[in-house]
């Protein structure tokens, strides 16, 4: 398939993923947790990242034997033609419903916090119109503009959650075990979707230098974002307390409490901004990531142009539900609950085949030669 020239640096690398993922902290997520397990919530994000690592390790381990190789090439490599095509497909319908999902989530906070009056279908046009042209620019483009925002964009995070501090009762965490510890663990198996999108970044291992480039890139952003949403979920807690649970989008209701005093008595413009490149920069690697998938599975060349129509078939499946509520308690849940333990399953069965195939075995042999 037609790939850019170049390859994308660490540094570009790092950036994206922490956007993909660490952005979950600012939208319905740390509602949905608490929805599930109360006042540990903020203990999801870590147990779910802890029980997500084993098999997502091994994927990892498994495509570090093939190099220069994405994810789909590694899948009909180890399980041939008609299997792996089966399974690619699979992933891909999953990647393309979550991605619908989460950007009519984007799309919901806009038009509640922002441009109430705007009809939904005009602000969604709008968001995937932008999104296609920065995924048709190329990933390169998409980690460039990824490593000049991050910094600016975890920043204002930051400093949201310190300020969002000053309205916190550290005493909304107790008790430290909310429901019973096997509450908190069924709820840390529902949410291994939360690192999913590590799953599907796999497509982008021959953009990068050499695998060990991503290897580290990786782990480095995994820690980061766990540290990220954890944190958030937590301050959100003892902010809302038990309120938390019926607060849609807790990071943009938080925001229009904090000030900096008298002087800049309202922030959420700043941070609205900031929030908004980074949901840009977000889904334009979703997409360009959704169309090399496509490509791969019906061997488009020019994938590139597949974009802006993936772009109005995730438009077209976003507005299919009516309401706010449907899509966070009907489809996002239906989503967290089965795409994250489907990747698990498919990560260990990839690596089972590598180990049954010898795989390990040949690799060992071709480096002590």
């Known amino acids: 398939m037609k790939q850019q020239p170049g390859k994308l640096g660490i540094r570009e690398y790092v950036s994206i993923t922490v956007l993909m993922v660490g952005s979950k902290a600012s939208e319905d997520t740390p509602s949905l947790l608490f929805n599930q397990v109360q006042n540990t919530a ?7 990242a802890g029980i997500f690592f084993i098999p997502f390790f091994l994927l990892i381990k498994t495509i570090s034997l093939f190099h220069e190789k994405d994810l789909f090439s590694v899948i009909e490599k180890l399980l041939g033609k008609y299997i792996g095509f089966f399974v690619c497909l699979v992933i891909f319908a999953f990647s393309s419903f979550g991605i619908s999902v989460d950007s009519r989530t984007y799309t919901n906070i806009i038009r509640a916090y922002y441009f109430n009056t705007t009809p939904v279908l005009v602000l969604y046009g ?15 483009n998409v980690g460039s503009v990824s490593y000049l925002l991050i910094f600016y964009t975890i920043l204002s995070l930051i400093i949201a959650l310190i300020l969002c501090t000053r309205e916190s009762n550290i005493q909304a965490i107790m008790p430290i075990w909310g429901p019973g510890k096997w509450e908190v663990l069924k709820g840390s198996l529902k949410n291994l979707t939360l690192y999913a999108d590590f799953f599907l970044l ?25 540290i990220l949403i954890s944190a958030a979920t937590i301050v959100f807690v003892c902010m809302f307390d038990q309120s938390l649970g ?3 989008y807790p990071f943009h ?3 229009r409490y904090i000030s900096l005093g008298s002087y800049v008595p309202n922030l959420e413009i700043i941070f609205f901004v900031i929030w908004i490149m980074g949901a840009f920069i977000r889904f334009s690697a979703f997409l360009y990531i959704s169309a090399l998938m ?6 488009i060349k020019d994938f590139e142009y597949l974009i802006p129509p993936l772009a109005a078939v995730y438009l077209l499946i976003g507005v299919i ?18 795409a994250g333990p489907v990747f698990a399953a498919i990560s260990l069965i990839i690596w089972l085949a590598a180990l049954l195939k010898g795989e390990f075995k040949h690799a060992k042999n071709k480096n002590s030669m």
Not at 42 to 48: F, T, V
Not at 126 to 140: D, E, H, S
Not at 294 to 299: A, E, R, S
Not at 321 to 327: I, S
Request: aromatic content about 14%.
């Open 42 to 48: 903020w203990m999801i994000p870590i147990l779910s």
């Open 126 to 140: 709008l968001f995937m119109a932008v999104c296609a042209y920065g995924a048709k620019r190329g990933i390169r």
């Open 202 to 226: 796999t497509m982008l291992v021959p953009y990068l230098g050499s695998s060990k480039e991503f290897r580290r890139g990786t782990w480095i952003a995994y820690i980061f974002t766990i």
């Open 246 to 248: 019926g607060i849609g």
């Open 253 to 255: 209701t938080a925001i």
């Open 294 to 299: 496509f490509g791969h599975l019906f061997k």
């Open 321 to 338: 539900p009516e309401t706010p509520m449907e899509v966070g308690l009907e489809w996002k849940s239906n989503v967290q609950i089965t």
